[in-house]
């Protein structure tokens, strides 16, 4: 006879997106499973982020041009005019300039006494902490 065991998570899980205070109770916790939730969902965010940055697409064009005229022309024909309508990156709006952004970001939360509101979503929540938090500074020559 085989008998079976569940593992159940340290954390509930729920359908539907992370609300933002359970996002900062997993980054401000003292349980390891629970920051590594935190550190994978904050990586995700800063991955998709920079994903998500038009620059990427400017610069698959310029490498591009090095294979052949007919690659540059395919980028920008078909990349080119994406990178022109989705021109603004939330990561332009951010600048997390430590070595490690993750830990940055949940020092930071660390940091911050007032949580955030019970309904709000872990994804706009994060946005909006991150560029409270983490502003970029004009580049002055």
């Not at 609300?19 to 980054?27: D, I």
């Not at 998709?48 to 024909?77: H, M």
């Not at 490690?100 to 309904?119: C, E, N, S």
Request: aromatic fraction near 8%; charged fraction near 20%; charge should be negative.
């Amino acid at each position: 006879m085989a008998v079976s065991i569940l593992a159940t998570p340290a954390v509930a899980t729920t359908t539907g997106p992370m609300k933002a205070p359970e996002l900062k109770t997993l980054c401000t916790s003292d349980q390891d499973a629970e920051r590594a939730i935190c550190r994978g969902y904050l990586q995700g965010f800063l991955d998709g982020a920079s994903a998500a940055d038009p620059r990427l697409a400017e610069r698959a064009i310029e490498e591009a041009s090095a294979f052949s005229e007919w690659v540059r022309r395919a980028f920008e024909t078909r990349v080119g005019t994406h990178v022109e309508q989705f021109a603004t990156s939330i990561s332009q709006d951010f600048c997390v300039g430590e070595a490690d952004a993750v830990q940055a970001i949940k020092d930071r939360m660390l940091l911050t006494a007032q949580p955030p509101a019970a309904d709000s979503a872990a994804g706009v929540w994060l946005y909006e902490f991150v560029q409270t938090n983490f502003p970029c500074q004009p580049v002055t020559s």
